[in-house]
């Protein structure tokens, strides 16, 4: 199929962004002769929407290919969305936790699947259950924030530290890794496969390294929640000197 023929705006990229050295990696495999698998398509009658394959999409567009081997299966924009959400699950570039954290709010941001269960978001994303429940609670406590307007009256402001801690989200999605984790080693302990729990090595190992990665995130929000703070010390100093400055001009 034509790349011009192939729609990608409709919202079907799952991933949080592209990562050009993976394009670029692609590009190079291509012109050596690799061959890659087909790119997934929805079509629902009128447009083609692509749902899995945009780095392979634009490695041919970036090497001047103008065609490109297609799946085509038949659906909605929805359904490429859907279908987006779990892709790179188990082929292609490695999802990043910001990659699925941004599959999860897909969904959950979709009027058309308010009714789906949390066990059913996580089927369709590939995630686990925990982990859509802590980006849920993190969607709707920002949710509440935003809502709210205070009056801000007419002074000098005055620095405060931030109430909410990014931080706080990564340790709760840690919190519900090492809950799973904990549930999977029991399983692989005892010999018996509880629910949802048929490959619970693969699981512990699956888990074990999302923790990690997870682990080393917190640590550089942390880094730099602790030079923000610095920094508000900082300006509260200086704050202050105009303040008191202000005062005696005043005088």
Known sequence: MRLEEIRIDGGTQARAKMNTETIEEYAAALKEGVIFPPVVIFYDGKDHWLADGFNRYFANQSIGRTNIDVDIRRGSV??????????????????????????????????????????????HCRVSHNFVGVVKKSLEKNSLS??????????????????????DDMRETIDALNEELEKASRAAAAGVLAEGMENAQEIMERQ?????????????LKATRNTMQVEIKELKKQCAYYQKKLKEIEK
């Open 78 to 123: 929805l359904d490429a969305k859907l279908h987006a959400c779990g892709a790179n699950a188990t082929h292609g570039q490695p999802r990043t936790n910001a990659d699925k954290r941004n599959a999860v709010l897909m969904v959950l941001s979709e009027s058309a699947w308010k009714d789906l269960t949390l066990r059913e978001i996580a089927d």
């Open 146 to 167: 935003s809502d709210y307007k205070p009056v801000v009256k007419k002074q000098i402001p005055k620095q405060e530290e931030p109430e909410y801690d990014a931080s």
């Open 208 to 220: 074990a390294q999302e923790i990690k990665t997870l682990q080393a995130e917190n640590d550089g």
